[in-house]
């Protein structure tokens, strides 16, 4: 009988430990959690990614003076409106945490009002290239984005045009 319930016992901690050993990995890749962002809006607030848990979140990458990522605003700002109350297979709403890779605060603020980018996440570091947001996303090139749901999770990467919509779909319940 002992010898039974020692079993049991040891069963019970060795899945345990199979489950705790199963930790998403933290890192850029689709199935990895997303690595958190703390930075300022341009009212001086502290945003942090993390705070939007429990929503499916674009992180993107974009400045002022970049072209193409002025050209992809209206996009996501379309994306934003369509989904934005959304169900999702792992939370609910969509919103979009903006990070700027601006060196100049008014730019930043102006192209915001220009393109309509009416969520409330914006964040930069106004730094440029030298952003630590990019660093710890690797970032080489704008404009650029990760999905992550309501876990955390990246669910796709480098979204644009129709390719975010799609994406946001294939989530949805």
Not at 36 to 51: N, R, T
Not at 91 to 96: A, L, R, S, V
Not at 152 to 172: H, M, S
């Amino acid at each position: 009988m002992m010898r039974k319930y020692t079993l049991l016992v040891a069963v019970f901690f060795a899945a345990i430990a199979a489950v705790s050993a199963q930790k998403v990995k933290i890192g850029l890749e689709v199935g990895n959690k997303a690595p958190e962002l703390k930075f300022l809006s341009p009212d001086g607030d502290v945003i942090a990614l993390s705070d939007l848990k429990g929503q499916m979140v674009l992180i993107d990458f974009w400045a002022s003076w970049c072209g193409p990522c002025r050209a992809e605003n209206p996009n996501v700002v379309k994306a934003y409106k369509k989904f934005k109350d959304e169900e999702f297979k792992t939370g609910n709403g969509f919103t979009i945490y903006g990070v700027s890779l601006d060196k100049d605060k008014d730019r930043w603020k102006k192209a915001i009002k220009d393109d309509n980018l009416i969520w409330e996440n914006h964040v930069s570091d106004l730094m440029g290239w030298k952003s630590r947001a990019a660093e710890i996303y690797a970032i080489r090139g704008i404009p650029d984005n990760f999905l992550i749901n309501g876990e955390g999770i990246i669910v796709a990467k480098r979204l644009r045009g129709d390719r975010l919509e799609d994406a946001l779909k294939a989530e949805a319940k």
